[in-house]
């Protein structure tokens, strides 16, 4: 099932807004008027129908033409006396704070999120709003009211992707309590912009599932590879969330039809020569061909936190992707090293517990999101050196082909569905040659961080 048709009551609990958890406005009057259900926020509100839902879309216009008048409650205090709290496990906006140093932050109120266009009272708190977010840097927002967190003036809705998950959160509150604020959609917005901004810090160029397939298939029609000559094989980690309804191995297995599974934990070819070899000699008579994906993934919770993953039916994330996660600790801990002749049982593990313990310099990081993100470049290496040992083009004719495509799957906090960091996409063919089809499918490679 896909993590957007899900249910809300799986995730709309531990996905709510910030604004739902502050202390109601005032229900009429008060300095800068009160605040204004979403389906009375302009005349595309309907008077029927589901709970009169407006579009997105529709509102948001609504919020720019109309006389809503917005409240600004300082209700986190206005002196800047609050004691700072740091998060446990740091972003790499807490670090960019922390090296400004020499001024006190600046702190907002967590009404103070604003789409830039929206319409205002301009009480004395909005200008002092305005004026933060005109200054150049950073402006330090308590988002919960308990951990203060970076962010920049608010940022343009330039993904399709945002505004699906915003619209999906949306429609789920506006379903539980009857209506939503103008103040509480645009803050949502703008917090899967955030994520969005979070995940292509470290992972430059992802895309979305629907992406991926998109450039595989503009690369393989044009070469006439089909899903009647082309055997699909993935190198996946069996964990359960890469293989949800709408993740790049759902779509890509759906498009080819049939898919042989070489990926053991970590999603690294655990199946070796032997795997690939029955694979290979599976691909259509004649002109036959192969196409693999190999992938590590890497987990993204709802706060921000690489490495870590919220699943279905529990309250807090743990360790996404497991294995990679567990590996780095056993390393980092000192522990000794497993020998790989020895407890068959627990070879896979052990095999990258050996290959982290070896290169332990080559996962590198000023912030715990930043390691776990190398963590996860350093997997897919682990991967395709593996892969190459394995692979080749004894199959088919002189005119089958291997094509292979590799990267990180990120499984990304719900409502959101899996993005992609491609890597690597290429076309083997049997003289030795290598096509690389990467830009055709991808656009132009994104400068690493």
Not at 118 to 145: C, D, K, W, Y
Request: charged share 25%; proline share 5%; glycine share 10%.
């Amino acid at each position: 099932m896909s993590k957007r048709t899900q249910s809300s009551k799986a995730k709309g609990e531990r996905s709510r807004s910030p604004s739902e958890q502050m202390e109601p406005a005032s229900a009429a009057g008060g300095e800068g008027g009160s605040l204004v259900p979403l389906n009375d926020a302009g005349a595309g509100a309907g008077s029927g129908g589901e709970e009169s839902l407006v579009p997105l879309n529709d509102a948001m216009d609504a919020m720019k033409v109309s006389e809503v008048p917005v409240r600004f409650d300082d209700d986190d205090g206005g002196d800047g006396g609050k004691e700072e709290k740091k998060e446990e496990y740091a972003d790499d906006a807490d670090d960019d704070a922390a090296a400004e140093g020499g001024t006190m932050p600046r702190v907002l109120s967590r009404n103070s999120l604003l789409i830039g266009t929206m319409p205002r009272v301009r009480s004395e708190n909005t200008l002092l709003i305005e004026q933060a977010f005109n200054e150049e840097g950073p402006v330090n927002l308590l988002l919960h009211g308990e951990t203060e967190m970076d962010i920049e003036p608010p940022l343009d809705i330039t993904d399709v992707e945002a505004m699906e998950a915003a619209s999906i959160e949306i429609k789920a509150i506006i379903r539980e309590r009857g209506s939503i604020t103008a103040l509480e959609t645009a803050e949502i917005v703008q917090s899967k912009m955030k994520m969005l901004k979070l995940l292509w810090t470290h992972f430059p160029g992802a895309v979305s599932s629907a992406d991926v397939l998109e450039g595989y298939k503009r690369v393989a029609e044009k070469r006439g590879y089909t899903p009647e000559n082309t055997l699909f094989a993935q190198s996946i980690c069996p964990d359960e969330v890469n293989h949800e309804e709408g993740d790049v191995t759902d779509l890509l297995a759906s498009y080819c039809g049939e898919v042989f599974h070489m990926g053991g934990l970590a999603g690294i070819p655990f199946t070796g020569k032997v795997g690939f070899g029955a694979f290979s000699h599976h691909v259509p008579e004649g002109d036959g061909h192969c196409a693999i994906l190999m992938a590590p993934h890497i987990g993204i919770d709802e706060d921000g936190r690489f490495g870590a993953y919220t699943r279905d039916g529990q309250t807090h994330s743990g360790s996404c992707c497991g294995a990679a996660v567990g590996a780095y600790v056993h390393c980092r801990s000192g522990k000794p090293i497993p020998d790989l002749s020895v407890d068959p049982e627990f070879y896979q593990f052990n095999y990258i517990i050996n290959q982290v313990h070896r290169r332990m310099d080559e996962i590198v990081g000023e912030t715990e999101c930043a390691k776990q993100a190398s963590l996860a470049r350093f997997m897919h290496r682990i991967g395709e050196e593996l892969l190459d040992k394995c692979v080749g083009t004894n199959f088919g004719s002189e005119e089958s082909t291997l094509i292979v495509m590799t990267g990180i799957q990120i499984n990304m906090p719900r409502p959101f569905d899996d993005y992609f960091f491609p890597i690597d996409f290429y076309i083997q063919r049997k003289d030795g040659s290598r096509e690389d089809v990467f830009e055709e499918a991808f656009g132009p490679r994104r400068a690493e961080r």
